[in-house]
């Protein structure tokens, strides 16, 4: 087995790091020479130092596995691995979001790999399904569930009727939110995961601030209610859709149809639903996150440079696509602002129940060319806000912020009033 | 690029070879040097030939993709371009149930690629899934929907209310079923798949009488309607689980959850649930049939050889996994009996309805300890068979046999009873 020249050096003992080691009897033969963690009290073998450089400057080790998250030290220490002619295995989904295009042309300079099946969806094989398995494909488009935290709260909310804080106290509880839970709820993971898969997508540069993104912060149990009503689920979904010559990306809470398949994705669960112009419509299904699932990412990528497929990750058909990509300037797509979005809207006010307030609202959308499919109004209360629910059939998201602006600014309208982007996904 | 080097030959031009020709404008400068088919009124380009010969033996042909389909022609072919050194791709699944673990030794031993992405589930990537994706797994079952034609014509029942024969014709009409539709809707197509797909999950040999097969001629309507009621859906199901050491492989109608993913799969669709001990549950989903499909797949084959990933499927993480299996006798596990199921069932007789009936079922059901959750009896007469319907709990499929079997013998009951395995897959 060719695969047992390889070294292996893993940098950042935690929850995944740990996974990794625990499978390595699986790794076929391939050595695993030495384990870096800063925390020294994590070294309980032979294999452990808390120099990054041991294995940085280890001439015999090939394939540099780093998992300490984070950007600076991630950063230099994958550049420099690649710098040193070694492989590069990684589950960084921040560091490729921001770097990822500038570390894939050094390595393909280098003539080594970027392995970084493990920084989407964990086990599920869809960075490999994208790049080799659609290779043939133009993809038009992507709905992710694809952070499962965000899911998870939402879930809970749907299913045991609760609020929004409560739903993330659940989730920290069980492990499945961070006590800084920014990263998740406010969809910059999202944000970070979908800046990849559409890079490889699309065949195209994406920046962060290509992306547009707003969390699930603002999700209210009622919404989730009403939206059930009118037959959707609410999901925080990551976009990304080839519009003529330009990207339409963007992460927020979308109402998608009960009849779809993703609105069946419950709890920490993802689904990454695509498709492309060959192979059809596609899901891929799973565990998108845990230290097991991403470690046997990690250990997929790391068996595949292991076998001589040096030249995998740059030079398969989706190496084409990416030399195509890096070599910049021509192949960066315009985006598609927010502002020009065309699409549904499900807004909810909270005014107060008088007569002529429903009116106004109604006169100010329709000034914005905004036209109603259905209102809810079902609580009545004659001095406080109670909520008025509305779909509107297909306007622009600017007119639809000017005239939120304008409503908000009603004496009558009691909160800030919110809307969320309806997407018609057909599985 | 180094993939320009590549000369493809490829022989076969129906539905499947149409598209890979029509989607070559993506194989990214690798060349389609010629074009065989037997039947030279589809010969339109100065590529085309009748004579399978001027691919084989053409020593710039490097990868030759076989689309004839079928055994005995397809097999030499195969054969005679490995041992001519040649890269084969294919979509041939009965050829690769019956001889898939003979053409990959081969194939190994003379050092060349065999692809086979586009056998199961046309450009849904989940060979390359499970060769390499989820490599450092151990995969603890398989349950597919790997058959469009057998769950469109279970769809258009539970849908339309409709029968099976009118459910069958709906099919030829769309284009979706053969006007021979045996291999579809006798299970013997999921039956290829499922060989392919538990040989490689399951690293063992898997010959096709290994797999019990059962098709979907003898569910009728009612049998849908009952199911739905008790909240279940009936889906062909390919299944694949290992039971310690040996492997319990299967193709039947099957009752599943109403909540489970697998239920809402409609239509022609294909999906394929898999859990590995890493990597947790996942789902591959989209569709399994068609010309473009099916070509995407040949074509990341085709690309992924030509990027000079020679050794790409043999020696791969899979390919050790291939070695140990193709090293023959000792890796090869036993197989689970179909006697030996142990599971719920859904139990449909046709008996007359008068008094005693019921207790003589279920005296003899009794004696032979299956035991029973449910009885659903609608409709009555006195003197033709009316339909009685029966949910057990966990029985010997053989103890199921034998009661069936007494319970058909009694004149009080006037149809051969059906019985219908349910499995309860966690999603």
Chains 1, 2 share one sequence.
């Not at 400057?57 to 991630?74: F, M, Q, R, S, T």
């Not at 659609?134 to 009727?161: C, D, K, P, Q, W």
């Not at 859709?241 to 069946?264: F, Q, W, Y």
């Not at 806000?385 to 306007?395: D, E, L, N, S, W």
């Amino acid at each position: 087995m060719r695969s047992g020249k390889s070294k292996v050096g893993l940098i950042g003992l935690g929850t995944v790091g740990k996974s990794v080691v625990k499978l390595w009897p699986r790794a076929d033969g391939i050595i695993l020479k030495r384990i870096v963690d800063k925390d020294k009290k994590k070294g309980d073998s032979a294999l452990f130092s808390t120099k990054p450089d041991d294995i940085l400057n280890d001439p015999e080790i090939d394939i540099v596995i780093e998992l300490i998250g984070g950007i600076n030290d991630a950063y230099r220490y994958i550049k420099s691995a690649i710098e040193k002619g070694k492989n590069v295995v990684t589950a960084n989904k921040a560091l490729l979001a921001l770097k990822g295009e500038e570390l894939e042309k050094l390595a393909l300079a280098k003539g080594v790999s970027l392995g970084y099946e493990a920084s989407v969806c964990a086990g599920i094989p869809i960075i490999r399904g994208i790049r080799e398995g659609l290779a043939a494909n133009r993809i038009r488009s992507i709905y992710g569930i694809i952070n499962g935290t965000a899911n998870f709260i939402l879930s809970a909310m749907e299913e045991e009727g609760i609020g929004f804080a409560r739903a993330l106290s659940e989730a920290q509880e069980q492990g499945f939110a961070e006590s800084n839970p920014t990263l998740d709820i406010d969809g910059l993971d999202s944000q970070h995961k979908l800046a990849i898969l559409a890079r490889l997508s699309f065949k195209t540069s994406v920046k962060l601030s290509d992306i547009y993104v707003e969390g699930i912060r603002r999700i209210t149990h009622s919404d989730i209610t009403y939206a059930r009503e009118l037959g959707y689920s609410i999901k925080l979904l990551a976009i990304a859709k080839a519009e003529g010559k330009r990207l339409d990306a963007r992460v927020h809470p979308t109402l998608i149809s009960k009849d779809n398949l993703l609105s069946s994705v419950r709890g920490i669960h993802n689904a990454c639903f695509l498709e492309g112009d060959a192979c059809g419509k596609m899901v891929f299904y799973g565990q998108g996150a845990g230290g097991l699932p991403t470690a046997s990412a990690i250990l997929s990528d790391v068996k595949a440079i292991a076998s001589e497929k040096r030249g995998l990750f740059q030079m398969s058909s989706s190496g084409k696509v990416l030399e195509e990509c890096l070599t910049g300037g021509s192949s960066r797509i315009g985006i598609v602002p927010i502002d020009e979005l065309f699409t549904r809207y499900y807004v909810r006010f909270s005014a107060i129940d008088k007569p002529g307030v429903l009116a106004r609202i109604c006169d100010i959308l329709g000034k914005h060319n905004i036209s109603i499919v259905s209102v809810i109004q079902k609580e009545r209360s004659g001095t406080r806000g109670v909520p008025i629910v509305m779909m509107t059939h297909k306007a622009r998201e600017s007119s639809m912020r000017k005239a939120i602006s304008s409503i908000d600014r009603l004496n009558v309208v009691k909160e800030k009033s919110l809307f969320i982007r309806v997407e018609e996904v057909e599985d």
